[in-house]
C-alpha cells in the first residue's frame, strides 16, 4: 500500500478546467457519476469560482497530484454540504486508468478525510457508489464506511456514511 506522501491534494484551479472538462465528457467517467446535466467548460469555470467559499457553496474540489513529479492522477471532491449536520458528500475520480488500483484513492481520501475533520469541521461524510462499482464498494468499505440503505436490495445507488 502507498504511503500517504506519494500524493498531495490541490485545490482545483482555472488551469485545471480544460483537463477536469475532458474528463466529464468520458464516457466511462458519466456511467460511474451521478452527474445528470451535460457538462461545459463555462460551468467548469463557474464552479471553481465558486468553490473558493466552500461552507457557501456547499461544495469544493481537488485535484490529486504524485508529489515526486505533481502529474495529476484524477479529483476528489465534497458536495451537498449540509450546514446544520456538518455533513457532505464525498466524491472520487482516478482519470488516468494506469493509475487505478495503485492505492491513490484510498490514500487520497484518508488525507481528505482530514481536511473534512480539521478544516471544515465536518462530523459525517457520505458517497454514493453505483451498485455495478465493486472497486469502489470495496474501497470504500475498506475505508470503514458503512452501507446505509441496506433494506433496497436491488438498489442501483448505494449510500455509503463514515462518521468522522
Do not use: P
Request: net charge neutral; hydrophobic share 40%; proline share 0%.
Amino acid at each position: 500500500m502507498l504511503d500517504s506522501t506519494n500524493i498531495f491534494l490541490r485545490l482545483v484551479g482555472k488551469d485545471d478546467a480544460l483537463r477536469v472538462y475532458l474528463w466529464e465528457l468520458s464516457e466511462e467517467t458519466g456511467r460511474v457519476t451521478q452527474t445528470q446535466n451535460k457538462v461545459s467548460l463555462e460551468l467548469i469555470y463557474q464552479l471553481i469560482e465558486e468553490q473558493q467559499d466552500f461552507i457557501t457553496s456547499g461544495h469544493t474540489r481537488f485535484m490529486i497530484c504524485l508529489e515526486d513529479n505533481n502529474e495529476t492522477l484524477g479529483t476528489i471532491d465534497l458536495y451537498d454540504f449540509n450546514q446544520k449536520n456538518r455533513t457532505a458528500y464525498i466524491g472520487i475520480l482516478i482519470a488516468e486508468k494506469k493509475m487505478r488500483r495503485k492505492g491513490y484513492a484510498r490514500q487520497s481520501i484518508i488525507q481528505l478525510h482530514d481536511l473534512a475533520f480539521q478544516v471544515f469541521q465536518l462530523k459525517r461524510l457520505k458517497a454514493k457508489i453505483q451498485s455495478f462499482n465493486s472497486y469502489s464498494i470495496a474501497l470504500f468499505e475498506g475505508l470503514g464506511y458503512t452501507r446505509l440503505n441496506k433494506a433496497e436490495k436491488n438498489a442501483e445507488l448505494l449510500t455509503y456514511e463514515f462518521q468522522l
